[in-house]
């Protein structure tokens, strides 16, 4: 029997709520490319991009076409060849509406010719860090931090472990799963390029123990590697930064800081594939894989190019099955609610979930009745209820007394909830109002 590894709290979501037989043994296809692509300026944690082209102007697929204002940051690349339309509106994960390059696509997918590959074997760790920023490579599993800021940790702060972030929690998302089984020697290639830039003197891949196939092709493609798949046990939100670094290295980030604190820097496995594969063919990331699932005719996980629009992907899969009425970007957990299928892939989305929102059916919001299940989900050992109750008086400043701004926001309260409580949604009110009044103490 292996004994497998994990962290206290968390939730099971049960089979019927998970989805991910739906998609978990569909490889990964190739979706034709888009007749448009719309490429947002601001795709990545930090300063949004400046344009670099004007419409009119014919691109190359792979051109970059926006460069970041800041440090924290990472540019954007044309996915497609054709004719730039101008710079336009559209919404965001949040619905919001930003500045977003579109692009006719010619049908050429003709390659900017000062694209060349590169041997990252030959090169120092400034010209690994420099290739990484002007790939545009960000953190794949949803957060989109730039990658070269990340293996970049400031001299202070040393870094013993590298962890490569295969857990998925997420319910439905297969992406993930699909990259390590079919692309298992890039991830281990990129986690090789990453490790040698911080000098980590180990390795983990964390996987969960529902994707031991992944957990094979990886060990296959790492012997002789000196890195450590670990299997865990399979428990939702297994794939949090903090839940992975305790439960592989037996470390606690601590409140208020960042891995780097602990010794430790966590990437996830698509995001290591992307840079091994964006540094051997010198070609920028323009595409990324999606799980399309859900109340959809025909569940896949697509490659697809970054810029295309929602509605393109359902069109693709078959369209959508009678009473769907929510499209969320990402997974039902931590994902948001698209405000209309115009929106954009970016090098952030991994999934499109289709559902019938069923709250009309389910029991209403009813009072706390202080069963304690949500203080013993909560992963960071939290008290939901308590920071519910004070955010929803408006009490913020008794909201960071309790930690408030430690929550990562996965919803596992909200979920556990028999009350139906909106928890996770009343804490993120609270951390917002606390960020809006540490930045005008600092202004």
């Known amino acids: 029997m292996i004994s497998l590894k994990t962290f206290r709290g968390g939730v099971h979501p049960h089979e019927n709520y998970n989805g991910k037989s739906l998609t978990g043994r569909m490889p990964t296809e190739v979706a034709p490319a888009p007749e448009q692509v719309a490429i947002l300026l601001s795709q990545s944690v930090g ?62 997918d003709e390659w900017d010719p000062s694209i060349q590959p590169m041997n990252p074997d030959q090169m120092d760790v400034q010209q690994l860090l ?17 990658t070269a800021v990340k293996l970049a940790p400031p001299p202070e702060k040393h870094i013993d472990t590298l962890i490569l972030n295969g857990g998925e929690c997420e319910p439905y998302l ?16 990129g986690l090789m390029i990453a490790r040698r830039i911080l000098s980590a003197e180990r390795a983990f891949i964390g996987v969960e123990d529902n994707k031991m196939d992944a957990v094979a092709a990886l060990t296959q493609a790492a012997q002789g590697k000196d890195i450590k798949v670990v299997p865990l046990m399979a428990k939702y939100p297994q794939g949090g930064e903090k839940q992975m670094i305790q439960v592989l290295t037996g470390r606690q980030v601590p409140s ?12 996830n ?12 063919s010198g070609r920028p990331l323009i595409e ?42 990402g997974g039902p957990m931590m994902g948001f609610s698209a405000y209309n299928l115009d929106t954009p892939v970016v090098k952030g989305t991994s999934g499109v979930l289709l ?8 029991k ?43 929550c990562i926001e996965c919803g596992a309260c909200s979920f556990i909830c028999p009350a139906k409580l909106p928890l996770v949604q009343s804490i993120r009110v609270a951390k917002r109002e606390l960020t809006k009044r540490s930045k005008r103490a600092q202004a």
Request: proline share 6%.
């Open 364 to 406: 209403p919001v009813s009072n706390c009745i202080r069963c304690a299940k949500c203080a013993r989900a909560c992963p960071i050992h939290l008290l939901p209820m308590t920071l519910h109750a004070l955010s929803e008086r408006e009490r913020f400043d008794e909201t960071k007394d309790c930690h408030a701004m430690d």
């Open 130 to 146: 420099s290739a990484i920023r002007e790939m545009g490579i960000v953190g794949l599993g949803g957060a989109a931090f730039p």
């Open 47 to 108: 300063a949004p991009c400046t344009p670099l082209v004007k419409a009119g102007e014919r691109v190359f697929m792979g051109q970059k076409i926006g460069e970041p204002k800041g440090f924290v940051g990472a540019p954007v690349h044309a996915s497609v060849s054709g004719k730039v339309l101008g710079i336009k509106q559209r919404a965001n994960a949040l619905g919001a509406a930003m500045p977003a390059i579109v692009i006719e696509n010619d049908g050429l």
């Open 288 to 329: 990324r894989t999606i799980t399309v699932t859900g109340q959809i005719s025909r569940p896949r996980n697509l490659r697809v190019r970054v810029g295309e629009s929602m509605g393109d992907l359902i069109a693709l899969c078959g369209g959508q099955l009678p009473g769907v009425n929510k499209v969320v970007l």
């Open 269 to 280: 496995v698509s995001t290591a594939a992307a840079i091994s594969e964006c540094l051997r």
């Open 174 to 189: 297969t992406s993930d799963h699909r990259t390590m089984l079919e692309r298992p020697e890039s991830v281990v290639d």
């Open 355 to 362: 559902l019938e929102d069923d709250t009309k059916h389910s």
């Open 256 to 267: 208020g800081k960042l891995p780097m604190d602990a010794g430790c820097v966590v990437i």
